[in-house]
C-alpha cells in the first residue's frame, strides 16, 4: 500500500459522486473518469483532472489509472429498479487496470449487509434488482487478494454533504439506521485514505456505515 495522494474517481457525476467529488477535491488531487466532461460542474473544473472514458472501455480504464495511489468507484445503474451487472461488470475492469498500474487501493460503494443476505422482508427491497448485482460485486471483491479494497454497505443516501460527527462505521455488520449522507460517506472514505492503519482494519471487508444508531428499518 503506501500513502495516497492522487485518487481517481468513478461515477463522479452521479448522486452519491457528486458528495464524493466536492469533499475528494479538498484533500487530494482527484482525477474524474467521466463519460461526459460537460457534466462535471463549473465550480469543480479547475480543481480536478478530467478523464473522459467509458468504464467498458477497458483500454481507457487502464490508461485513465496511470499514476494514481487509489480508486474510489461510485458507478451504477440510475433507476434502482433497474436490473444488470453494471456494479458488478465495471469492478472486475477496474480491478484488472489497478494491477496493470500498480494501483493498490479500492473503495466501492455497495449495500448493506442485510439486503446482502436477504433477511430483509420488505415487497420494495425485494423489487430493488441492483441488490443482485451488488451481491455479484462483493463475490468478485472477495475473490480478489491483490488489490486492498474496502467496500462500503451503503444504505439509503441522503445526498447531502452533512457530517454527523457521531456517525457509526463497523467492520462485518449494518451499524443502525438505514440512512448515511454522501458528507458521510466521503467522510470516511478520507479518514481510511489518509490513515495506513485505519485502511489496514477495513481492508478487504464489508464496512456498514450509518448516520445514527437504529431504531427500526425505516426510521
Ligand atoms: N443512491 C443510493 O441511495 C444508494 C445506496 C446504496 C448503494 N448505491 C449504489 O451506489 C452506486 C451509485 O449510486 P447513485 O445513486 O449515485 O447512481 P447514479 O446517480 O445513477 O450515478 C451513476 C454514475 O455512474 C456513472 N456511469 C454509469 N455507467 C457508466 C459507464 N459506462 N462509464 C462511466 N461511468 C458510468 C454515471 O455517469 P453518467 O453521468 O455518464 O450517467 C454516474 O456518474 C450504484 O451502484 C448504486 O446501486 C446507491
Known sequence: MGSVEKVLLFGSTGRIGAGL??????????????????????SMKDKVKIIQGDVFNEEQVEQAMEGHDAAVFAIGQHRVLGGGSIATDATKLVLAAMKKQNVSKLIVINIPHAYQRGTFNHTMLKSITSIGDHGRQMEVLKAEKDIAWVAL??????????????????????????????????????????????????????????SKPKTGWFS
Request: hydrophobic share 40%; charged share 25%; proline share 6%.
Open 21 to 42: 467529488l466536492r469533499r475528494l477535491v479538498k484533500e487530494f488531487q482527484v482525477s474524474v473518469f467521466v463519460r461526459t466532461p460537460s457534466k462535471v460542474p463549473e
Open 153 to 210: 454497505a451503503t444504505p439509503w443516501v441522503k445526498y447531502v454533504d452533512t457530517v454527523n460527527p457521531t456517525y457509526m462505521v463497523e467492520l462485518g455488520k449494518d451499524p443502525g439506521v438505514n440512512a448515511v449522507t454522501s458528507g458521510e460517506l466521503a467522510d470516511f472514505m478520507v479518514k481510511i485514505l489518509k490513515n495506513e492503519d485505519e485502511y489496514k482494519k477495513y481492508n478487504q471487508g464489508l464496512v456498514g456505515i450509518s
